[in-house]
């Protein structure tokens, strides 16, 4: 039998068994569909699958100490790989304004990465996140821990190290990193505007491989939400991310830069509009003889949104774009995208 | 360094820090709570509600505010009935505050001595839309409820502060007084109205309905927290008006689109309404907030006739 069979058949029979034994235990579990169908007009081509099914466990295991598991079926290229997403404890009572996690888990950087890719106010993420993170997140085994600086300005900072010894979405163990995977986040909340709140967050990412080659990330996170009711009637989201990337101990090295910038507009009755405008750039392209050459890849997004309750949504997004390189265009983008979520069972809620 | 001075400081130190005895820290989910809690503790508490009249709190957000406050709490306040299933759990697990965990002194849940209205017979799933299996959590726009949530509050603060039990229990009285007179009040504005027929967006009316003892006619929302279809207003508007429904009552969450196509369909008027504080602070703010919707009631009936 496959691991990944494996894995699927143990989830199984926790949940039929679990359905008898959790009660006083507090522990929920709740699985999340998310089935996109994606037409390609470039490629004159279309493909209807279920993206994702991810069962998520979650309760206090003692006192003290939370828990959260989730193992995800994912389809990649026809074929669907069943893999544990997250399995961490954590703990916000051992040091007042501290919080530590501890296993395997999205790192807590940016806005995108540290929410699962079914709950992103749209379907597929911008170019830039899917070169630097993947086409979902990034996730590691390793030690988090968040502190909320004890004033009323609610500054908090994430520190994490993670093994380093993948990066991005992998299948395989990896290797021993030269320098395992470390990170910071500085963000601060705030009121304005009668909106419930903005949050803006700095990041930092470093990671050496065992070949010696650098990845270094710089971001700025920013998300501000005005709600009416069950609505939220006015969303802004927005990343900018810059990564150095050094190769054979500094000989050669890139530099990228990406963002995007976010707005949805919420109507009463479970409709909203938005749109998305991506940049990604390769500052470093150069034709044989050293020249610099311009590059950039342009997107835009329209989307449509249905969901008639928070168990469910629909979304319709449709991208246009382009890439060029010295003038040139090298592709371009034209794609529908239909998407459809559902939830059974319970969800934990996201922070701000 | 002269340390023979130390015990004076020390001595000094005991005595003020006794003198100036920290008030107990009171979060509440809503401004309605904090209102109660504030009434009872007076100046021996500091109130601080998560939510208000512009907020609807089934759906606020875990946001480092809410969780830097509950952290701090001596003492957590919450509607109850599974309001807040949605964010409050995810806030006292982040908060990392021993005191408010289930439980334990400082955990208050408003509900337990509430009559619940609604209370649903059997199992409750999703079919049938956003139901509170423990019952009806819009408690608040009935003056007797309040007062058997401000009993959870008062046996709470006194667990939390023994001492203080008499001062507690004297405001407890004075607030229950009050709410008593007050739904005698309302009850008494509301008589020369005679029989009347009332409807509601979406079932957060139902304590003031049956607090003013008006008939109830059903909810415009046939699936509870889902939008009303086209279908469901045009054929519910109908039957409104052949069962002499008169008024249509709403808060100001309940889509206006909504509200004004079964208006147009129904010929029946319909009052939007905040329906908890804006500022609990205020003394009288409960009693100002609930002869306001009874007189926006009378007034919208009396134009109707």
Redesign the interface.
């Known amino acids: 039998m496959k691991k990944g069979q494996l894995l699927f058949l143990i989830c199984f029979l926790f949940i039929s068994s679990s359905v008898f034994s959790q009660e006083n235990t507090g522990m929920k579990f709740g699985i999340n569909v998310d089935q996109v169908f994606t037409s390609d007009f470039e490629k004159d081509d279309y493909i209807y699958s279920p993206r994702e099914v991810e069962l998520t466990f979650y309760g206090?295991v003692n006192?003290l100490f939370?828990a959260l598991v989730s193992a995800a079926c994912h389809e990649e290229r026809g074929v669907f790989n069943f893999e544990l997403h997250e399995a961490w404890i954590s703990?916000?009572?051992?040091v007042?304004?501290?919080?530590f996690k501890l296993g395997q888990f999205f790192l807590n950087i940016g806005r995108l990465n540290k929410v699962h890719r079914h709950e992103w106010p749209f379907i597929t993420g911008p170019r830039y996140h899917q070169k630097f993170f993947g086409d979902e997140a990034v996730s590691d085994s390793g030690i988090e821990v968040a502190y909320?600086i004890p004033s009323?300005l609610?500054f908090?900072i994430t520190a994490g190290l993670g093994s380093g010894r993948t990066f991005g979405h992998s299948h395989s163990a990896g290797e021993k990193p030269d320098l395992p995977t470390n990170y910071l986040r500085f963000s601060h909340?705030f009121?304005a505007f009668n909106w419930?709140?903005f949050?803006i967050g700095l990041n930092y990412l470093n990671r050496i491989n065992g070949e010696g080659d650098q990845t270094l990330f710089f971001g700025l996170d920013f998300i501000g939400?005005k709600?009416?009711?069950?609505t939220t009637q006015h969303l802004i989201q927005n990343e900018i991310w810059f990564r150095q990337s050094s190769y054979n101990a500094g000989d050669s090295d890139t530099r990228e830069i990406g963002s995007y910038i976010y707005y949805q507009y919420g109507f009463?009755?479970?409709w909203s509009i938005g749109s998305r405008l991506d940049y990604y750039s390769d500052l470093t392209v150069e034709d044989i003889f050293g020249n610099k050459l311009e590059h950039y890849d342009i997107r835009g997004v329209l989307s449509l949104t249905y969901q008639?309750?928070?168990?469910m949504r629909f979304k319709l997004d449709y991208s246009y774009g382009i890439e060029k390189q010295d003038g040139k265009e090298l592709q371009q983008t034209n794609m529908l995208e239909f998407q459809v979520t559902f939830l059974l069972g319970a969800h934990?809620?996201?922070?701000? | 360094m002269n340390f023979k001075i130390l015990p004076f400081f020390l001595v000094c130190f005991i005595t003020f820090n006794g003198l100036f005895a920290k008030d107990i820290k009171v979060v509440c989910s809503t401004s309605d709570i904090a209102w109660l809690a504030k009434k009872i503790g007076k100046d021996k508490v500091t109130v601080t509600a998560l939510s208000d009249g512009n907020?609807?709190p089934?759906?606020l957000?875990?946001?480092?505010?809410s969780?830097?406050l509950v952290?701090e709490a001596d003492v957590l306040c919450f509607v109850g009935l599974e309001l807040e299933i949605?964010?409050l759990?995810?806030v006292i697990?982040?908060?990392?505050n021993?005191k408010i965990?289930l439980n334990q002194t400082g955990y208050c849940d408003c509900s337990v001595y509430v009559q619940v209205l609604e209370k649903p017979n059997g199992p409750v799933d999703?079919s049938m839309?956003?139901v509170h299996s423990g019952g009806n959590p819009h408690y608040q726009l009935d003056p007797q409820q309040m007062a058997f949530a401000a009993k959870a509050i008062l046996e709470t603060l006194i667990n939390t502060k023994p001492e203080e039990k008499d001062y507690f229990t004297k405001n407890f009285e004075l607030l229950n007084e009050e709410l008593i007179k007050l739904k005698a009040n309302l009850q008494e504005k509301t008589k020369k109205l005679g029989e009347m027929k009332v409807t509601q967006y979406h079932k957060e009316m139902s304590y003031l309905i049956a607090t003013l003892e008006l008939n109830s006619f059903e909810a415009v929302e046939k699936v509870p927290?889902?939008?009303p279809s086209a279908e469901r207003l045009f054929s519910f508007g109908n039957e409104c008006k052949t069962n002499g429904v008169t008024l249509c009552l709403a808060t100001k969450?309940s889509?206006?689109?909504?509200l004004k196509k079964f208006n147009s369909i129904s010929q029946i008027p319909f009052i939007q309404e905040r329906v908890s504080l804006i500022n609990f602070q205020n003394e009288d703010a409960y009693e100002k907030m609930m002869n306001e919707l009874v007189d926006k009631i009378i007034q919208a009936q009396s134009e109707k006739k």
């Open positions: 206090p006192h939370d703990s916000s009572s051992l007042k304004n501290f919080e909320q009323n609610h908090s909340f009121e419930n709140g949050d939400k709600k009416n009711g069950s009463t009755n479970g008639p309750t928070e168990f934990p809620s996201h922070e701000f | 907020d609807d089934h759906y957000d875990v946001t480092p505010k969780i830097k952290s949605g964010w759990p995810k697990q982040k908060s990392g021993p965990k999703r839309g956003h927290g889902v939008s969450h889509p206006i689109n909504k």
